[in-house]
């Protein structure tokens, strides 16, 4: 499976955008979806995550402001991106794991998008 994400884009505080991510190559309808995000100069972290079966689960971080879902039958997946803050400000990466549940793991996906860039200005 290649996954592509893409959307991202410089907004405002207070601002939406949503982010996409395309597979390829095979259906991912069974894999769990992850997205996370890198911010200069900090570690890679996960922020969202959706199983196969439609469980979802959210870091503090984003929870209530950002919702993840995807569309089986064309092969995405989404992150809807509201009331964005600067902190928010970091490349998105979208990730696919063969598991049947929400992982917030890095290394429990095999598969990785590259990653798009996500600027929220004050």
């Known amino acids: 499976v290649q996954l592509q994400a893409f959307g991202g884009g410089s907004v405002q505080a207070g601002g939406s955008l949503r982010l996409s991510c395309a597979a390829s190559g095979r259906s991912f309808s069974n894999y769990a979806v992850g997205w996370f995000r890198q911010a200069p100069g900090k570690e890679r972290e996960f922020i969202t995550g959706l199983s196969w079966n439609g469980a979802t689960y959210y870091t503090d971080s984003v929870k209530g402001r950002f919702t993840i879902s995807r569309d089986n039958a064309k092969n995405m997946a989404y992150l809807q991106m509201n009331s964005l803050k600067p902190e928010d400000t970091a490349v998105y990466y979208c990730?696919?794991?063969?598991?049947?549940?929400?992982?917030?793991?890095?290394?429990?996906?095999?598969?990785w998008g590259r990653g798009t860039l996500v600027t929220v200005s004050s």
């Open positions: 990730a696919g794991a063969r598991s049947s549940s929400v992982t917030s793991r890095p290394d429990s996906y095999q598969y």
